[in-house]
């Protein structure tokens, strides 16, 4: 079902327990400190951030040793302190890029670093025809089984990989593949997706849904809403929600409606790790759809 169906409208989002996909000014592509972060959250009370500044690991992305471990833990560390009296709970986190090319030194650098959560990515690798120089040309002269599949080879393996606690935006390729398939097209075919919403059952690995895509040419989440639909008839248990927020006017945007399309779905809470086991992140009763039986931490 889509959010125009659903009759819901993004904006920014107020009164919610959780955004926790955030970017500072630690990720090349955001300039945003993170006190101006916690400052919103008072302000719109939102209860708890998880920060997940990039991290790459092929030297050609930019995030490769833009920032390292030690000074991402120290600055939301200390924000953490800073703000906790004001009651909004920072998280350290991590966005890092899958690709199994580099599955390996992804592993080793989790083995080596704690976080208190982790998304596991896949972006538009530098060898991948989804770079927007080429992705319009390449994607001409295929169909839309053959124009996904590179990107899903790699989201179906991070999706079973055991690595992450969520895996974030799962149908991102549409955003890459817009002006060659439209939104509709791709949520046609739902059974293309199967097998990464099945690894994700399988793995116990939740799924995000990244709020971005209502800032896109799109219009709706990552993944769309039938996407989230399948997962839950899959067995799919597991949620997340974040803003995926670079710039300071995108924090929490789009939060409400995305925890709108999860409650549509079945779910009444979000599973997140605070560096220890999962716990469970209820969802505002306003939001919860009668009957609904929940997801599980």
């Known amino acids: 079902m889509t959010l125009a169906r659903l009759g819901i409208e993004a904006e920014p989002g107020h009164d919610l327990p959780l955004d926790s996909h955030l970017h500072t000014d630690l990720s090349p592509d955001s300039d945003v400190p993170i006190d101006v972060y916690a400052a919103l ?35 939301v560390r200390d924000a953490a302190e800073r703000w906790a009296p004001r009651g909004v709970l920072v998280r350290f986190g991590a966005e890092l890029t899958y690709n199994r090319t580099w599955e390996a030194d992804l592993r080793a650098h989790l083995a080596r670093h704690r976080y ?116 839950r008839e899959l067995g799919g248990q597991a949620v997340t929600a974040g803003s995926d927020a670079h710039r300071a006017p995108q924090f929490a945007w789009g939060l409400e409606a995305g925890y709108r399309v999860l409650a549509e779905a079945g779910f009444t809470t979000l599973t997140f790790r605070r560096g220890g086991d999962r716990s469970a992140v209820e969802l505002p009763t306003r939001l919860r759809v009668p009957g609904a039986a929940g997801g599980a931490a």
């Open 116 to 231: 208190d959560f982790t998304i596991g990515s896949v972006h538009d690798w530098p060898d991948s025809p989804y770079v927007p120089s080429r992705v319009g040309t390449w994607a001409a002269n295929r169909s839309l089984d053959e124009a996904l599949a590179p990107y899903l080879a790699e989201i179906t393996a991070a999706a079973g990989s055991g690595l992450f606690d969520t895996l974030g935006h799962l149908d991102v390729v549409r955003r890459y593949l817009h002006g060659s398939f439209t939104a509709p097209e791709i949520f046609g075919a739902v059974e293309l997706f199967e097998p990464a919403l099945r690894s994700l059952v399988d793995s116990g690995t939740a799924l995000e849904l990244n709020t971005s895509g209502y800032r896109h040419p799109s219009g709706e989440a990552y993944p769309g809403p039938p996407l989230v639909a399948r997962y």
């Open 41 to 75: 959250a008072v302000e719109r009370g939102i209860a708890e951030l998880a920060i997940t500044d990039h991290v790459d690991f092929d030297a050609r992305d930019p995030a490769y040793g833009y920032a390292s471990f030690e000074v991402r833990e120290r600055s």
